[in-house]
């Protein structure tokens, strides 16, 4: 005798399928997730101290030879001290962001990674809101550590500044957005390379090869220079920007297109190629 047939009231209905995660949970835990790769390898730290430590001490002791300067010349800038320790620490953190791919390619991670999050431009954009993030912490500490070390060697033979100055925290806090740029371009280019000697080998070249536009002759160190990244820092830093070079806010666009164009070149190679 055959059963007779459940109506579609009381027919039983397949469960549910679970609702996907919102984007905002999805982006929390990605961020998450870069965020405890970054602090739990020891590299991290040991590059951080150089690009805070370094930078500090390196300062002073260009200050201290601005002030034992004979009098009569040049009155040098008195911010550029902290500027030029600063570009010694732009290679630790390039390095810092080209570990944050190049450590995973090299060890099978990254397959890993993209298999839990398979939206690459995503993981892309997380590592570099956690690099660029606390890079741009550290770079600000430095930046203010080092003025402030700075003008009270200054101060003492009529050098220095204050902080209250017109002009003088902007170009500060400018000074402190460089370790973020440069650490920016070298997550992109560990995304690019994806090889740990290879990828610091380019993010040095990138970051410090076009600074031999300088030794070009009148006009054309000018020309060339002002689209190049350390010398858009200069101009934007500077107490007294040079009137052959960008305005300083052009220059500061200059500076923020370098991490731009390298990214966007990352999130379109790293579709297109397999693992």
């Known amino acids: 005798m055959n059963p007779a047939p459940m ?11 679970p609702n996907a995660p919102s984007i905002p949970v999805r982006a929390r835990d990605l961020l998450g997730c870069e965020w405890t790769k970054f602090r739990s390898v020891r590299s991290t730290y040991w590059t951080l101290a150089v ?12 200050a201290s030879a601005f002030a034992a300067a004979p009098p009569g010349g040049a009155r040098p800038d008195p911010l550029l ?3 030029l320790s600063l570009e010694y620490a732009v290679i630790a953190v390039a390095v810092l962001g080209v570990l944050s791919f190049s ?13 839990a999050a398979p939206r ?11 690099t660029g993030t606390v890079t741009l912490i550290v770079g600000e500490v430095v930046a203010f550590s080092s003025f402030f070390a700075d003008q009270a060697v200054l101060s ?4 220095g500044v204050s902080l209250s100055r017109p002009g003088v925290p902007g170009a500060v806090l400018a000074t402190g957005v460089l370790l973020c740029v440069c650490a920016l371009i070298g997550v992109a280019i560990g995304a690019i390379v994806r090889h740990t000697a290879g990828g610091i080998a380019a993010a040095i ?5 076009p600074a031999i536009a300088a030794l070009l002759r009148p006009p054309w160190s000018d020309r060339i220079g002002r689209f190049t990244l350390l010398d858009a820092a200069r101009q934007v830093t500077a107490l007294h920007p040079q009137p052959d070079l960008f305005t300083p806010a052009g220059s500061l666009l200059v500076l923020l297109a370098w991490p731009a164009a390298a990214l966007a070149a990352a999130a379109l190679l790293i579709t ?4």
């Open 81 to 83: 001290p902290g500027l």
């Open 272 to 275: 297109r190629r397999d693992v």
């Open 120 to 130: 690459r431009r995503a993981v892309l954009a997380a590592k570099a809101a956690v």
């Open 7 to 17: 109506s579609p009231a009381t027919a039983p209905t397949a469960p549910a399928p």
């Open 156 to 159: 003492g033979h009529h050098l």
């Open 205 to 209: 070249g990138v970051i410090v090869l």
């Open 103 to 115: 450590s995973e390619f090299g060890t099978g991670l990254i397959r890993t990674t993209f298999a």
């Open 51 to 62: 690009a805070v430590v370094t930078p500090i001490g390196f300062s002073i002791l260009v």
